[in-house]
Antibody, heavy 120, light 109 residues
Framework: EVQLVQSGAEVKKPGESLKISCKGS????????IGWVRQMPGKGLEWMGIIYPGDSDTRYSPSFQGQVTISADKSISTAYLQWSSLKASDTAMYYCARQNCGGDCYLDYWGQGTLVTVSS | QSALTQPASVSGSPGQSITISCTGT?????????VSWYQQHPGKAPKLMIYEGSKRPSGVSNRFSGSKSGNTASLTISGLQAEDEADYYC?????????FGGGTKLTVL
């Protein structure tokens, strides 16, 4: 069974750093891209970026380039999303999702989400 | 990239059919790209409902169908059921990135 299990909720202060994780199981982790999606409170889904764990090729949405860092450790089948200096506006639910590609690409499995709260 | 355009809300009675539109441009929906659709219940992660424009993953009811015409993709839900009440999002490739629609809240009356 394919599963993506994300790390638990975080409460941080502005200016702090943070790294959240997404562990894949039940499939070959290195053969599928993993994407990250933001959902701010009461708002829609926003594409942040994607990584191919096989070679760590990473693509960012222009809106998030320079704001976050996406990485992966294929030895432990885990992808990461990190911030060096959090802002209150980073408060959101963050989802990872596996990208599958046939005729086109789509997100077929999703993590349960990690809630990040940034408040002084 | 700008978000794809979806109606903020749609509603229907049990047993009826509804259609949710997703309008983009010739650079995303209107290109060769095939839209995917996701259902999200409150407090839950999104779930893939339609991929490659019109295909249903295993386990998704055949009451859900997808189509595309020009720069607009559509999700149709027939035989509405109470459990269909949720938010729905379309998604398309946009160059080397991806773009979601703004989301549509479906209310089953």
């Amino acid at each position: 069974e394919v599963q993506l299990v994300q790390s638990g909720a975080e409460v941080k202060k502005p200016g702090e750093s943070l790294k959240i994780s997404c562990k894949g199981s039940g499939y070959s982790f290195t053969n599928y891209w993993i994407g990250w999606v933001r959902q701010m409170p009461g708002k829609g889904l926003e594409w942040m970026g994607i990584i191919y764990p096989g070679d760590s090729d990473t693509r960012y949405s222009p809106s998030f380039q320079g704001q976050v860092t996406i990485s992966a450790d294929k030895s432990i089948s885990t992808a990461y999303l990190q911030w060096s200096s959090l802002k209150a506006s980073d408060t959101a639910m963050y989802y990872c999702a596996r990208q599958n590609c046939g005729g086109d690409c789509y997100l077929d499995y999703w993590g349960q989400g990690t809630l990040v709260t940034v408040s002084s | 990239q700008s978000a794809l355009t979806q109606p903020a809300s749609v509603s229907g009675s049990p047993g009826q059919s509804i259609t949710i539109s997703c309008t983009g441009t010739s650079s995303d929906v209107g290109s060769y790209n095939l839209v995917s659709w996701y259902q999200q219940h409150p407090g839950k992660a999104p779930k893939l409902m339609i991929y490659e424009g019109s295909k249903r993953p295993s386990g998704v009811s055949n009451r859900f169908s997808g189509s595309k015409s020009g720069n607009t993709a559509s999700l149709t839900i027939s035989g509405l059921q109470a459990e269909d009440e949720a938010d729905y999002y379309c998604c398309s490739n946009a160059g080397s990135s991806r773009v979601f629609g703004g989301g549509t809240k479906l209310t089953v009356l």
